[in-house]
DNA sequence: CGAATCATGTAAAATGTTACATGATTTC
DNA sequence: GAAATCATGTAACATTTTACATGATTCG
């Protein structure tokens, strides 16, 4: 089943945002797990304020020069619907990784190539790894203002772990194919 | 870009494979990196074959009331495909992973769900270990023998660190939300 | 014999990505 | 004023899953 419309709805819980913001938070912050494309998200937007579990806040913004951002906002049936999926059973994880998959696929013919990969596999790691402590930085002193940054932090800290592991994993299967 | 035939074509450079015996390993030993459906194996099949990459092997079992079944080889033309592919740089992960997606967009009032559902993916976690476990032992003493199967441990190390690390997270996001 | 599993395959539906179009606003 | 980025959206394409059909073989 289609996850969408429980992402947009989850992030519109805490803010009012449009699709663009939508985008943005899931690519900077939640693509260590979960993905999703424009093709997705706007017409899903559509969808949910045609069935209702959304509605658009008009922006009243001060500065009226400002360009008007349709930004949208959950309304008590959408919370309905997010809560209702929060207790349904979880379906099987999704997981494709090229890096691990070549890795397996290889023999010992395939070292050079390997070892490139995992090189690069490494640095792109070591980048995650600093924007996650930035973002962890960034959450951890609100912990107690807002209700769910508990919960993000829970999740961010796995990714650390995570991603930790895979560049020390990098390092010993290249000393160890040297 | 499907990756489809790569993994087919990876499987078969060691053994000649049937269509539901490429599914079955899959499922069993790759699917915390990989999954493929038989909606993509066998109409995938046919395409190698068309394309010289894969030739039906007959099988020669001395018992002949034995059924025939259709396993494919390995030709020259796959084999470099299939390095053609090793050498390309790699695309992005996909993972979608909904414990850690309603995690993320959990608030303190869904406690009481997000415990249930972290006591059941850290139990299915126990069972991945424990399979991973096993594999690994049959793998062990083979690897002079075979010259892949230093690449799968590898791949399986990773494998079993990664389950210990959700084991660890999820006893400690149960302490820590009580 | 009946159930389970082996085994192959396809069609339809669902899901997801990519490329493009369009134009506003910001920044240098 | 040019380039970058903000912002919204869609159509075409590509991928993937699911459900079903069909029949063989194995095991108790």
């Known amino acids: 089943m289609k996850k969408t419309r429980y992402v947009l709805l989850g992030l519109l819980q805490e803010e009012n945002l449009s699709g663009y913001e939508l985008k943005k938070i899931i690519d900077l912050r939640m693509s260590f797990f979960w993905q999703e494309s424009y093709g997705q998200i706007y017409p899903e937007l559509g969808r949910m304020a045609e069935d209702g579990l959304i509605e658009i806040s008009t922006t009243k913004s001060q500065n009226t020069n400002k360009r008007e951002r349709v930004k949208y906002k959950i309304t008590a049936k959408g919370e309905g619907e997010l809560k209702a999926w929060m207790e349904q059973e979880n379906e099987k994880d999704t997981v494709r990784s090229e890096i691990l998959l070549k890795m397996y696929l290889s023999t010992s013919k395939n070292t050079v190539e390997m070892r490139r990969h995992l090189i690069k596999f490494k640095e792109q790691s070591e980048e995650k790894l600093k924007l996650f402590h930035l973002f962890e930085a960034q959450l951890k002193p ?11 932090l829970y999740v ?3 990714g650390i772990r995570q991603t930790k592991l895979y560049i020390d994993w990098c390092e010993e299967v290249l000393a160890d194919i040297k």
Request: glycine share 0%.
């Open 142 to 152: 609100l912990i107690e203002l807002h209700n769910n940054h508990r919960q993000i």
């Open 156 to 158: 961010l800290n796995l």
